[in-house]
């Protein structure tokens, strides 16, 4: 059986990735989403859970069981060694699952596999995984007011969110194939994810 194609899909918080993603899997693709993975380890008797509460106390859990995503957000933003640290407990496990499901998706007969990757250029440790890299790409100011008007957060929350992203310049540089999805209706965006289904032969 041949081994299907393994696309790698990045953009910025705001980018429009996720939206991309799912129109690739209209079109026949397996979808693998990373940080969907990444929010079920850290979820109430998520696999992670343990490690956390471990490295972090168990202030880092809130009163579900969950990992206090606000509480571990502002501490990572502030402190490069605890989120080298968060990272080092939950990258391996959404490694394993992204494989796993990687697997079964080959083993159900898809030609394609999209792994959606919210930080791909910045972690570095993809690249060997994936054949192609799509990246979406659009203006700061355009992702400023999409996550601003989705999730009611400040101008200034949202800048900072940006800030520990890669620039738009790296991302572009990791590319393979870029969308431009800045002020474009949603049947033009589903055109490129139909180009792209062509290109990596869905």
């Not at 918080?13 to 993975?37: E, R």
């Not at 394993?96 to 898809?110: E, F, P």
């Amino acid at each position: 059986m041949q081994r299907p194609t393994h696309l790698g899909l990045t953009g910025g918080i705001g980018s429009g990735k996720s939206t991309l993603g799912q129109m690739l899997q209209s079109c026949g693709a397996a979808l693998i989403d990373a940080d969907a993975i990444a929010r079920s380890v850290t979820a109430p008797g998520g696999a992670a859970i343990a490690d956390i509460r471990s490295a972090f106390g168990q202030e880092a859990i809130d009163a579900t069981g969950a990992m206090d995503r606000a509480r571990m957000r502002a501490l990572v933003f502030a402190n490069p060694q605890a989120r080298a640290q968060l990272e080092a407990i939950v990258h391996p496990w959404v490694t394993r699952l992204c494989d796993q499901q990687a697997r079964d998706a080959a083993a159900a007969g898809h030609r394609a596999i999209v792994f959606d990757i919210p930080l791909l250029v910045e972690s570095g440790r993809w690249a060997r995984r994936l054949d192609a890299v799509v990246v979406v790409d659009c203006s700061a100011e355009t992702q400023i007011q999409r996550v601003m008007a989705r999730n009611g957060l400040q101008r200034a929350a949202v800048q900072a969110i940006l800030d520990t992203q890669a620039s738009r310049k790296a991302r572009r540089a990791a590319a393979d194939a870029v969308v431009l999805n800045d002020g474009i209706a949603l049947d033009v965006l589903q055109s490129h994810a139909m180009q792209l289904a062509c290109l990596f032969g869905l």
